[in-house]
């Protein structure tokens, strides 16, 4: 399905919808692209790239009249964002976001839709640790998954034009429940940041405390595994408060693991802690297989080959 657009909107021209505007330019998918953004260096720094023909403060100003909104905000603003432009909407028009955070999201969303607005609810899979439109690049969704989640009140035809959106970025379409949604990306990809960003603090802490150089020695090991604490904190505060539940119980899950591996070290128990590493090497050949590992440093070199 080719889709085709008079005016896209991109509410948030942070690294993920700068990114989205990147394609959609590159694609020619879009005869003109808005962006809004609080900042105006963000604004200022989005039309010098040519990410967005024009840039606006408001967000009413950058939706009024286009075909598609995008809401790349954080997980914690894009109801209220929603509820604010929603005057401004022409009727008829897709308004779908990036959150990666579904439940919350549409019950908060559901209630300040207009009837005549379609809104699909999707997550792209995709970032780096790094922000601002600066760092967005179009290859940044290639070969990841996007995740809709309709409900049974969302517009089957917006939906596949979400769809198309997205495949046409390179990404591979899943669709599930907003629930299921939660669930799966609170293990895969929440609970692996609430983990980096609990070890660097730790090490902080201990540094403090031993006044031991700890993070000076960081080794390889420890800069790969942390590498997604540097991520934007307040995107990161928003999705663990809206999909808490799920977190939790992932979590808990973690520590009873923990525990197991606890025990077998402190009774060492080789053939324990053998049998799970050589259980979780195998599962982590099976990520690479699935091309779903390439380290966004890779990316950014792409990137900057293409420039």
């Known amino acids: ?50 990410v967005v023909d024009r840039a606006f403060e408001n967000p009413a100003d950058a939706v009024a009249d286009a075909d598609i909104v995008f809401v790349c905000t954080p997980v914690g603003a894009i109801a209220q964002t929603v509820a604010d432009f929603m005057p401004a909407l022409k009727s008829g028009v897709i308004v779908t976001d990036v959150g990666s955070v579904k439940a919350e999201i549409v019950a908060q969303t559901a209630p300040v839709v207009r009837p005549d607005v379609r809104f699909v609810p999707a997550h792209p899979v995709a970032g780096t640790e790094k922000s601002g439109p600066e760092n967005g690049f179009v290859e940044l969704f290639e070969g990841r998954w996007c995740i809709l989640t309709p409900t049974e009140k969302t517009d089957a035809s917006a939906v596949e034009t979400v769809r198309a959106v997205w495949e046409a970025a390179g990404m591979k379409v899943e669709e599930m429940s907003p629930e299921r949604h939660d669930r799966v990306m609170a293990l895969m990809s929440h609970l692996p940041h609430l983990i980096a960003y609990t070890i660097v603090g730790t090490a902080d802490d201990m540094e403090k405390d031993t006044g031991a150089d700890v993070i000076k020695y960081a080794a390889g090991g420890f800069r790969d595994f942390t590498r997604i604490a540097g991520s934007d904190p307040v995107m990161w505060r928003d999705i663990f408060l809206n999909n808490t539940d799920a977190v939790l119980d992932c979590l808990q899950r973690f520590c009873e693991d923990l525990t197991v591996l606890q025990k077998a070290i402190r009774r060492r128990d080789g053939r324990t802690l053998q049998d799970w590493f050589t259980r979780t090497r195998r599962i982590r050949r099976e990520v690479i297989d699935a091309r779903q590992d390439q380290p966004e440093n890779e990316k950014l070199l792409l990137k900057d080959k293409k420039k």
């Open 1 to 50: 399905m080719t889709v085709h657009f008079h005016k896209a909107a991109i509410v948030g021209v942070g690294l993920i919808g700068s990114s989205l505007a990147r394609v959609l330019r590159a694609r020619g998918m879009a005869d003109e692209i808005t962006g809004a953004a609080r900042s105006e260096k963000t604004r200022g720094a989005a039309v010098a790239l040519g």
